[in-house]
């Protein structure tokens, strides 16, 4: 069982820059990929990164790349998200994912966190 707590959602103005981070505790980061996904009001979940156990290999989402970055840090058990140029569209609740294969994919994630709120104010 893989635990999942993320930090360091809050409030910030549009084009402001927010990271945001998931620690693992269990059965913690055996190489598996880890993902961000984020949930609007009235929205669907939708993907937004993703990263391989080494950090070798990356995934973005249109609405992201080039503003987002994710990284992990795996002495730490920790995956990070770095927002930079924020749009009031980003605002959301992030949740990190685990997977249970270092795919680096889209879907089918194992474990979840409980999700930290994010709001870019215009």
């Known amino acids: 069982q893989v635990q999942l707590v993320e930090s360091g959602g809050g409030l910030v103005q549009a084009g402001g820059s927010l990271r945001l981070s998931c620690t693992a505790s269990?059965?913690?980061?055996?190489?598996?990929?880890m993902g961000w996904f984020r949930q609007a009001p009235g929205k669907e979940r939708e993907f937004v990164a993703a990263?391989?156990?080494?950090?070798?290999?990356?995934d973005y989402a249109d609405s992201v790349k080039g503003r987002f970055t994710i990284s992990r840090n795996n002495a730490k058990n920790t995956v990070y998200l770095q927002m930079n140029s924020l749009k009031p569209d980003d605002t959301a609740v992030y949740f990190c994912?685990?997977?249970?294969?270092?795919?680096?994919?889209?879907?089918?994630?194992?474990?979840w966190g409980q999700g930290t709120q994010v709001t870019v104010s215009s």
């Open positions: 994912a685990a997977d249970s294969t270092d795919s680096v994919r889209r879907y089918g994630y194992a474990y």
């Open positions: 269990g059965r913690t980061f055996s190489r598996y990929a």
């Open positions: 990263i391989s156990w080494s950090g070798g290999r990356t």
